[in-house]
């Protein structure tokens, strides 16, 4: 059987940098894209060469429409499914977190039962460090980690995830998992840190930023993200979970004052504004595992990925 994978959410911002790599990269593999192209996916966001690809094709949907949905795998008869597609603004979650419950987790269950319905292979879930909570300064987080959210963003991806391996144990679902850390790059939406401080610094607007800005994230480059991705899709275990960072450790104020530099702008234009509720003060990913199973270690060093986005933005 030819193999025929479902991408959700793949005119986001992570789903459209993995299909534009890697439908190219493998033309006997039938890639269906799969989105409901709500306020961050936008088709264009897939370059033309892949919209016009034999290997490719877009079907707009609600992935909770389960009735839709069903007549897509009809049609297609997938084999596999990476799992993109989610509410990921952290901020939006604590406005509505009703949305984030039903997208992040309902959404999630309709895809892993259609799979067992229709007798698919492998479900890899693309979940999130943020499901760890916070860590101290010291310490990372590891595949062991116990998983205590923060937010109702996390507190979904973490029900998504825990679903996933529930589905595993009970049903023999084929699955992995891989929880990244602060992805940055192309195709991002201008709601989420860099791309919206980039887009206030070119309009010489004041760059809000949160408490005394000392909250530290790993940034891991999205085709770096991308590469881990497809390296656990295709060769880890059943069952497997993979951290994947990006060795790079920045405070939020590190990263404006970076932007600003790189745009010829000075720091008067930061504006601390009052922290939100439940901020994690620090994310820090040891991805010794996937190195050590699969060979897989970042390429993109922060320097070089950061100068990329902000040409990419500009």
Not at 132 to 160: L, M, N, Q, R, V
Not at 199 to 216: A, R
Not at 243 to 267: R, V
Request: charge should be negative.
């Amino acid at each position: 059987m030819k193999k025929t994978i479902l991408i959700t959410g793949g005119a986001w911002f992570i789903g459209s940098n993995f299909l534009n790599k890697y439908v190219p990269l493998f033309p006997d593999i039938f890639f269906i894209n799969l989105d409901a192209l709500t306020y961050a996916g936008n088709i264009e966001k897939i370059d033309l060469s892949v919209r016009s690809a034999q290997n490719y094709v877009f079907e707009k949907v609600d992935i909770r429409d389960s009735v839709t949905l069903r007549t897509i795998y009809q049609k297609y008869t997938p084999t596999d499914m990476i799992h993109f597609a989610a509410e990921s603004h952290v901020d939006n979650s604590i406005l509505n977190p009703l949305l984030f419950t039903e997208t992040n987790v309902l959404w999630t269950q309709n895809l892993l039962d259609l799979h067992r319905e229709f007798g698919m292979q492998r479900f890899h879930y693309i979940s999130t460090d943020e499901v760890y909570g916070d860590i101290p300064e010291s310490g990372f987080f590891t595949e062991e980690t116990h998983i205590e959210p923060s937010s109702p963003y996390s507190a979904s991806k973490a029900g998504g995830d825990i679903l996933t391996q529930a589905y595993g144990r009970t049903f023999w679902i084929d699955y992995t998992i891989t929880r990244c850390s602060n992805n940055y790059g192309r195709n991002q939406n201008f709601i989420s840190l860099i791309p919206f401080f980039i887009s206030k610094i070119q309009k010489n607007e004041k760059v809000p930023l949160y408490g005394d800005g000392s909250n530290i994230r790993d940034w891991l480059y999205v085709e770096d993200h991308c590469d881990a991705v497809w390296e656990v899709f295709t060769r880890g275990k059943t069952g497997s979970i993979y951290n994947i960072g990006g060795n790079n450790e920045y405070t939020n104020l590190e990263i404006t004052k970076i932007l600003l530099a790189a745009m010829g702008k000075t720091e008067d234009l930061i504006s601390f504004v009052p922290d939100r509720p439940g901020h994690d003060k620090r994310y820090a990913i040891d991805a010794t595992k996937i190195k050590n199973d699969l060979g897989w270690t970042p390429k993109v060093k922060f320097k070089e990925g950061i100068a990329k986005t902000i040409q990419y933005y500009l």
